[in-house]
């Protein structure tokens, strides 16, 4: 089984929650994952991101239901880093 | 529940509608309380019972028409306001927060347009009823009544003040100034 250690998102959003309450309730639904949100494009009703998220394993899809919950639709995953359980020693 | 409500009028920055609503709202209504005892006070005496059914009855009707109109408009603005949000993000936003804001928030704004005039009515009145509870004032029940009023007025000036950020005094003179205008009128037309 794989760890998700790392996923950047191409993400529109609304401007409400602006983009610190949008990395705020990410990462409190959420403990333990690093939110970093970038605003590269601003429109007259929404504004594309790119959401960097990092954690030890990060529930994805939960973070997908929070991220569409908040009326956010994701359009591509840019950027992931996967890395693999340690198997148990025999 | 209420962090979920919090969030929601953050999200749709409506706390600023409500408190909008709530001044003026609570404003209408006592004026209307101001407006009915003052009248009451020019009129020949007037029993006690009469006073308070008739301001009761207009604080009634003052809330239920502040909170049916709040609700009708606040709803259909959100509705319009979600239906552009979902053609920019080209999605369904029904479930998400901003289709609970839009279900949400015109009800908690129809509640505070709603109970803030009863809210200004049941506190000028407040004097009447410790009359009819056989409660000594230091007037009669009616001349605390307008007294109450005018302090309610001038109360709701300062709130003004203090979210425009302006002198507080000046503020409250300034509501205090348009509640003697209108007992002056009422006043007058009454004799």
């Known amino acids: 089984m794989s760890l998700i250690k790392r996923v950047v998102l191409d993400v529109l959003k609304p401007h409400q929650p602006n983009a610190l309450e949008f990395a705020g309730v990410i990462a409190d639904r959420h403990s333990g994952c690093r939110v970093k949100v970038t605003v590269t494009e601003v429109d007259e009703k929404t504004e594309t991101t790119v959401v960097t998220i990092e954690s030890s394993n990060i529930p994805y899809e939960a973070i997908v239901e929070t991220i569409t919950g908040l009326g956010a639709s994701i359009h591509s995953i840019d950027e992931v880093e996967v890395s693999s359980t340690p198997q148990p020693q025999a | ?191």
Request: aromatic residues 8%; glycine residues 8%.
């Open chain 2, 1 to 191: 529940m209420f962090r979920q409500l919090r969030f929601l009028f953050k999200l749709t920055r409506a706390h600023t509608i409500a408190r909008r609503y709530f001044v003026t709202n609570g404003f209408d209504g006592a004026l209307t309380m101001l407006g009915l005892t003052m009248g009451f006070y020019s009129s020949d005496s007037v029993a006690t019972t009469v006073i308070i059914s008739a301001c009761l009855g207009a604080a009634i009707a003052l809330s239920v028409s502040g909170l049916a109109s709040a609700y009708v408009s606040e709803s259909a603005e959100r509705e319009k306001e979600l239906k552009e949000l979902e053609q920019a993000v080209v999605g369904d936003l029904e479930n998400t927060a901003h289709g609970r804001a839009a279900r949400w928030v015109p009800v908690l704004i129809a509640v505070v347009n709603g109970f803030s005039p009863l809210l200004m009515a049941l506190l000028i009145m407040t004097p009447l009823w410790l009359s009819e509870a056989g409660i000594a004032l230091p007037l009669t029940a009616l001349e605390c009544a307008i007294v109450t009023a005018f302090l309610t007025l001038f109360m709701l000036g300062v709130l003004l003040g203090r979210v425009s950020g302006q002198f507080w005094l000046w503020s409250g003179l300034r509501t205090l100034i348009i509640a003697l205008i209108t007992a002056g009128i009422v006043l007058l037309l009454g004799r």
